[in-house]
């Protein structure tokens, strides 16, 4: 099972970005697609992208298309978020997650699929 620590969270203006890093541990990190999620205060925690393990498969909700990008880096056993043109509904504690898939290279887009969470990684937009 891998573990996961997420970085690069903070308070950035609306139209601003940041890049989100998760490093996993673990030998196998290739095996594992990944996926970022966030929950904002009061409200349920929500799918935001995934990847497969050999990154050829992404797909993003509705909401971050076309200014979020979800990469990986397998040599480095790391994922990454790089959030554009970022907005104030865009603050959220945001979570990386790990599920084995060795045989599949298919992302998965429901938490209840992950086995292994982040402890998260605050991101506060300033209007």
């Known amino acids: 099972q891998v573990q996961l620590v997420e970085s690069g969270g903070g308070l950035v203006q609306a139209g601003g970005s940041l890049r989100l890093s998760c490093a996993a541990s673990?030998?196998?990190?290739?095996?594992?697609?990944m996926g970022w999620f966030r929950q904002a205060p009061g409200k349920e925690r929500e799918f935001v992208t995934a990847?497969?393990?050999?990154?050829?498969?992404?797909y993003y909700a509705d909401s971050v298309k076309g200014r979020f990008t979800i990469s990986r880096d397998n040599a480095k056993n790391a994922v990454y978020l790089q959030m554009n043109s970022l907005k104030p509904e865009n603050t959220a504690v945001y979570y990386c997650?790990?599920?084995?898939?060795?045989?599949?290279?298919?992302?998965?887009?429901?938490?209840?699929?992950?086995?292994?969470w982040g402890q998260g990684t605050q991101v506060t937009v300033a209007s």
């Open positions: 997650a790990a599920k084995y898939t060795p045989y599949n290279d298919t992302y998965y887009t429901t938490a209840h699929q992950y086995t292994a």
């Open positions: 673990g030998r196998t990190f290739s095996s594992y697609a």
């Open positions: 990847i497969s393990w050999s990154g050829g498969n992404t």
